[in-house]
């Protein structure tokens, strides 16, 4: 049996990917490379800054290549973080590129935990990519970066599927992800609500899309502060 599930793991190997695929057509990363000035060293070095400003003692390699998908992935197998030529035209600024980084090194550091968590992963991935998330926004404020970039870049990228329980699909809801990602901010790094990255188009298409969320959390916790305060 357990011979079985060890085979079971190996064959269903999986990646855990921060943004469902989709190919982008017509572009060049030479004329990227012009318009937002991040390259494949900025893609290397902001990832390492990561693992060292956070202290992560576990090797995560990180690669670029030039697929034309709109992804980043991490092997649970390996480790390896790649980051595909495509996500790279949708990024505004290397806030962005940093939350893309962190999140799949936390997938890659979780993955640490040995078989039985290679095959958790696979068999819980939606449990996982929303803990990648938040551990992805302690990582990149701790390595210096704004967090509400994770919702900038997120709200570009993150799929809205018709449902996401069962195997049809490996993400939670983008919009899940999304609030889930406020809250954190709020609660934890409040002070980056302030940040200048609010009044960008993505936050602000976020806003709009999601206001009745974010009035009910934010009226929650007005009333948790309150009875608190008593």
């Known amino acids: 049996m357990k011979k079985f599930i060890l085979l079971l793991g190996v064959m269903s190997i999986g990646l855990c990917t921060c943004a469902q ?56 197998y390996d480790k390896i973080v790649t980051v595909h030529e495509g996500i790279l035209f949708y990024l505004d600024n290397e806030d962005e590129l940093a939350f893309i980084l962190s999140h799949e090194i936390a997938h890659s550091v979780e993955a640490y935990g040995g078989m039985a968590k290679y095959i958790a992963m696979n068999a819980n991935s939606k449990k996982y990519e929303q803990k990648a998330d938040l551990n992805g926004i302690d990582y990149m404020v701790k390595a210096g970066y704004d967090p509400i970039a994770a919702i900038t870049i997120a709200n570009k990228l993150f799929g809205e599927p018709i449902w996401d329980w069962g195997f049809a699909y490996t993400h939670p809801k983008g919009s899940k992800r999304l609030i889930d990602m406020y809250k954190y901010i709020y609660v934890k790094y409040p002070k980056y609500l302030n940040s200048p990255l609010t009044n960008s188009p993505s936050y602000k298409n976020f806003e709009f899309a999601m206001s009745k969320e974010i009035s009910s959390f934010q ?12």
Do not use: Y
């Open 21 to 76: 695929d989709t190919l982008i057509l017509g572009s060049s990363l030479a004329s990227f490379k012009n318009q937002k000035g991040i390259s494949e060293n900025n893609v290397v070095k902001i990832g390492q800054k990561i693992l060292i400003e956070n202290k992560i003692s576990k090797r995560v390699p990180i690669l670029i290549d030039r697929k034309k998908m709109a992804n980043a992935e991490s092997s649970p």
């Open 219 to 230: 009226q929650k916790q007005k009333r948790k502060q309150m009875k608190d305060n008593l």
